[in-house]
């Protein structure tokens, strides 16, 4: 399928690489064209298109990548709310999870897909139950998906990982695959050591929940003698790199760990505020030179599904810890957002808007309220920016969402009907 999108103000978020006035075309899925230059009306006629879409002036720009969520507890969205982390886990959440069924977590996972979109999200980085599933919910919704494994004592199995990791990482389109496991306290040492081999068998990195509260990493002292990120990197579990999701609690040994392995520390700002685990210090990262990502967590934690929130968050939070305005520029928050993600993913092919990269790019309504004056952009996007600025999600060169109509091959009104069968059931 061709695609022509012109009359666009154009962010490639290459480096050093300013906004633009251009079109961008896209073939079979892959981006063909980004250019400033107009052709003649003569050559344009030579191409024959399957849709030309005029951005009357609105902003092209990479889609946001998730770094970290679980798209199927979208059936618990406001039920397990306002408790600390470890009762709302052992009291709110595994115990309702434990009655999902595979199917559940397929429509739930629909769910979530729809609210992805409408923020512009163009792939996630999903850790949940039954991986299979969220994967079968992508693929017919279009959506991009890395898959991780959220393997513990009580569900999955290093044999069970390596499995899910062979089949997602053959070639598919869409979906591609990232070892790793629940958090160190939910694993035995026995466990982690059999993620430690699959990592050096297969020289691949490993992510994890990791320091999200400073009861998690008090507990890994006691049973270990270390930190939570001192302790599996003793068992060689990110000899191949990786990532933590939160890194609320790091020490200084800690973030040695990360910038010897390349790791990433992926800040979840919005759930960590809303289960009072703390504030990432991001600023501290970047200086570093440790990578940030940033991600929603999951829609029961959240609650919300919307990386403009969690944009402000890292961006708020930063300065409120710093102490300091000026801690973490707007645009290195955006870098978080899209380039750093798709990196931190593994989709080096989406983390720009350039020749020969995928086609998975937003349409952001510059003609709101909120986006005049047009000082700035980046810092637009991230300081007032909102979903409802998003025109259009498109994702492997296909449009799934545009001007507040879904194009996922169900309408949100069935997806909607099936969630609330599951949530009447369980709940």
């Not at 939910?186 to 992510?207: F, H, I, M, N």
């Not at 008090?218 to 003793?234: I, N």
């Not at 007032?384 to 009104?413: H, Q, W």
Request: net charge negative; aromatic share 8%; hydrophobic share 40%.
């Amino acid at each position: 399928m061709r695609i022509r999108l012109y009359n666009a103000r154009v962010l490639t978020m290459e480096k050093d690489r300013a906004v633009f006035s251009g079109e961008v075309w896209i073939e079979d899925g892959r981006i063909v064209h980004v250019a400033e230059d107009r052709l003649s009306s003569g050559r344009l006629s030579e191409i024959k298109w399957d849709m030309e879409l005029d951005c009357r002036e609105n902003l092209l720009m990479p889609g946001f990548k998730n770094a970290h969520t679980h798209s199927g507890m979208t059936f618990l969205r406001s039920y397990a709310d306002d408790v600390p982390l470890q009762k709302w886990l052992n009291e709110k959440v595994f115990p309702m999870e434990a009655k999902l069924s595979g199917e559940d977590i397929y429509h739930l996972a629909r769910l979530a897909v729809l609210e992805y979109l409408t923020s512009g999200i163009t792939a996630i980085f999903d850790m949940y139950l039954k991986p299979d599933e969220t994967a079968a919910a992508c693929m017919d919704t279009g959506m991009r998906c890395v898959l991780t494994s959220g393997l513990n004592l009580f569900t999955s199995s290093v044999k069970q990982q390596e499995e899910e990791y062979l089949k997602w990482n053959s070639g598919n389109s869409l979906i591609s695959y990232q070892l790793g496991f629940h958090s160190e306290y939910t694993c035995s040492r026995e466990l982690l050591e059999g993620v430690a081999a699959l990592a050096r068998q297969y020289k691949a990195p490993v992510y994890t929940h990791l320091a999200e509260t400073k009861k998690e990493v008090e507990g890994c002292r006691e049973r270990y003698g270390m930190t939570p990120a001192v302790f599996l990197d003793s068992l060689g579990i990110f000899e191949y790199g990786g990532g933590g999701y939160h890194c609320v609690h790091m020490t200084e040994e800690d973030m040695n760990v990360f910038k010897k392995h390349g790791m990433y520390a992926v800040t979840n700002p919005a759930s960590n505020a809303k289960l009072a685990s703390g504030i990432a210090p991001v600023a501290e990262y970047v200086r570093r030179g440790i990578p940030v990502a940033i991600g929603t967590d999951g829609p029961a934690s959240n609650n919300c599904l919307d990386m403009f929130r969690e944009m402000f968050l890292v961006s708020g939070f930063s300065k409120i810890r710093e102490e300091d305005a000026s801690s973490l520029d707007a645009g290195e928050v955006l870098r978080m957002a899209t380039v750093s993600g798709a990196d931190a993913m593994g989709l080096k092919e989406a983390d720009v808007l350039a020749v020969g990269k995928l086609a998975d790019m937003i349409l952001i309504d510059l003609h709101q309220p909120n986006m005049q004056p047009v000082h700035n952009i980046p810092k637009n996007l991230v300081y007032s920016g909102s979903k409802a600025n998003v025109c259009m999600t498109m994702v492997n060169g296909r449009i799934l969402y545009r001007n507040g109509e879904f194009f996922v091959g169900e309408s949100p009104e069935e997806i909607y009907a099936k969630c609330g069968e599951i949530v009447k059931r369980i709940l």
